[in-house]
């Protein structure tokens, strides 16, 4: 700032100058703290993505502490949509995940929304006219202080419309289920346990990752196991999800590097001993 701008400011009244004062503080503390903005450009046009309204009214830490978020941003073009929680729900999620779902062309936002008497569950959020609104969302767990993570989006059963795969309670003997949208539901297809993509207190939450074998091919996740030494090829088949195969580790996964696969239908992931491992389509085995 020059010497006259600061001038300037100090021959304001002191009622405007906390008005100034009071603004900045709450632009700078309206975005959740350890959040980031999701981008997508899709059909020409861009849309960004996050959570705001920072609230310690949760209190659960599962991401290493006890604010959430309180309200749902998101930006299309120049135009700002908000949705904001009751009192008695958060989200417990650090980015919102952004998706054309049903594929009709328009974007919807994935979240994981807590509330604070029966846990997690997944809500899908998308604009109807000019409202940002809740569109589906799965049950929650149905306690509090039980959480779930998502692992991937992607259409794994091949019926034309994406799913969402997630861990419900990744830490206490996790469950991997597929949900399908139906309605204003996100109703479970398939449920098979055994896995967690999340250490309790953490900030990363990516673990997981979606491939394919080929353009003909169902994709599969890559996720760890429940005490992340072991890497599973999870997929559709025979009319079942199931784990198709699977590779020991040296230690337990830390993320999941995008990017740093050495080839398409692979995935590469961190280790906590600073390793990496790469696991591809060709790991798979019929069992």
């Not at 006890?66 to 980015?95: C, M, N, W």
């Not at 949900?179 to 250490?199: C, D, I, P, T, V």
């Not at 900030?203 to 890559?222: G, M, Y």
Request: aromatic share 6%; net charge neutral.
């Amino acid at each position: 700032m020059t010497v006259t701008a600061c001038l300037k400011l100090l021959m304001l009244p002191a009622v405007l100058i906390g008005a100034l004062a009071m603004k900045d503080s709450v632009a700078a503390q309206d975005r959740l703290p350890d959040g980031d903005v999701a981008k997508l450009h899709h059909n020409g046009t861009t849309y960004a993505a996050w959570y705001g309204t920072p609230t310690d009214r949760y209190g659960h830490a599962i991401l290493g502490d006890g604010i959430e978020g309180g309200s749902l941003h998101l930006k299309v073009g120049g135009k700002d949509y908000t949705v904001t929680l009751p009192h008695a729900q958060v989200f417990e999620d650090r980015t919102p995940r952004i998706v054309d779902l049903n594929g009709d062309g328009q974007p919807e936002i994935v979240t994981i929304r807590a509330f604070l008497s029966a846990g997690a569950s997944v809500a899908v959020f998308g604009l109807q006219g000019d409202q940002l609104v809740e569109l589906a969302s799965s049950r929650p767990i149905g306690r509090t202080n039980r959480w779930l993570n998502i692992a991937g989006i992607a259409d794994y059963l091949g019926t034309g419309q994406k799913q969402i795969a997630f861990v419900e309670t990744p830490h206490i003997g996790g469950t991997l289920q597929i949900a399908r949208w139906q309605g204003n539901k996100l109703e479970l297809a398939h449920a098979l346990r055994g896995f967690s993509n999340h250490k309790i207190g953490a900030r990363e939450q990516n673990l997981s990752a979606t491939v394919k074998a080929d353009a003909q091919a169902l994709p599969f996740i890559i996720l760890p196991s429940n005490n992340r030494r072991v890497l599973h090829m999870v997929g559709y088949k025979d009319g079942e999800f199931r784990s198709l195969g699977q590779k020991a580790l040296t230690a337990p996964v830390a993320r999941h590097i995008p990017g740093a696969q050495t080839k398409a239908d692979c995935a590469a992931f961190e280790l906590e001993n600073g390793e990496r491992a790469q696991v591809c389509t060709s790991d798979i085995n019929a069992g």
